[in-house]
């Protein structure tokens, strides 16, 4: 197994829930149960049995299967998750501390997650039901603005994109949506803290780009109190 293999692997095996996490990561790089259970010579009962934690946990073994399956599979398919995976595997520098990202242990869908923060749907709500995230990165918009470089940017999706963007200490909203237009890689939902009126072009960038726009008015903690536990 490579580095971002063994990553992975070990995320699972240290997980307090392995079936969770082996399901987050087969949805992650876009797996069915059947395809899964046919590549691995299983049944498909087997591989729910264990997502669903109705077995014991896996062993070494079997998670070493199981990662490597994805991985063959992703590159049966053209290799896409992983080239986007390494992408974003760059070490963290815990000396810039304007961001902080947070996975949860299973994807949540839009509306969920909208409906958890409190949100009002700024824009694109017909979006936001086919949005699924797999955790979601807390900005310091002024210092995002001023300070991240092009190669750090990557560094604000952890494992994948497949995240909201939470962006605090706003005045009007146009500044981050600027910086989510221009920038390569996109969130899958943007969130902006307690703003009276969002910026027009804020909007309109969220409409350009097909990116549900939410407010909300929780505070940060009231926020990771009721994500961090998912």
Known sequence: MDSLEERIAGEIALSE???????????????SQVELAKYLKLSTSTISDYEGNRRLNPGVSVIKRFVGA??????????????????????????????????????????DFARIIE???????????????????????????????????????????????????VSTGRSPMVVVRVAPIKPRI????????????????AQIERIPLLMTKLSIEEMRKKLDGI
């Open 70 to 111: 994805l991985f063959a599979m992703d590159t049966q398919k053209g290799g896409e998750v992983r080239r986007n995976l390494e992408k974003f595997n760059l070490p963290q520098d815990t000396s810039t501390p304007f961001y902080s990202l947070h996975d949860f242990t299973a994807p949540i869908n839009g509306v």
């Open 119 to 169: 949100a009002k749907i700024v824009a694109n709500p017909n979006y936001l039901d086919s949005v699924r995230i797999f955790g979601y990165t807390l900005l310091d918009s002024l210092r995002v603005i001023l300070e991240i470089s092009p190669s750090e940017y990557p560094k604000l999706f952890g494992t994948t994109n497949e995240r909201a963007f939470i962006f605090d200490q």
């Open 17 to 31: 829930s392995h079936g969770t996490a082996m399901k987050k990561w087969r949805e992650l790089f876009g797996i």
């Open 190 to 205: 943007v969130v902006i803290k307690d703003v009276e009126n969002i910026d027009k072009l804020a909007v309109k960038i």
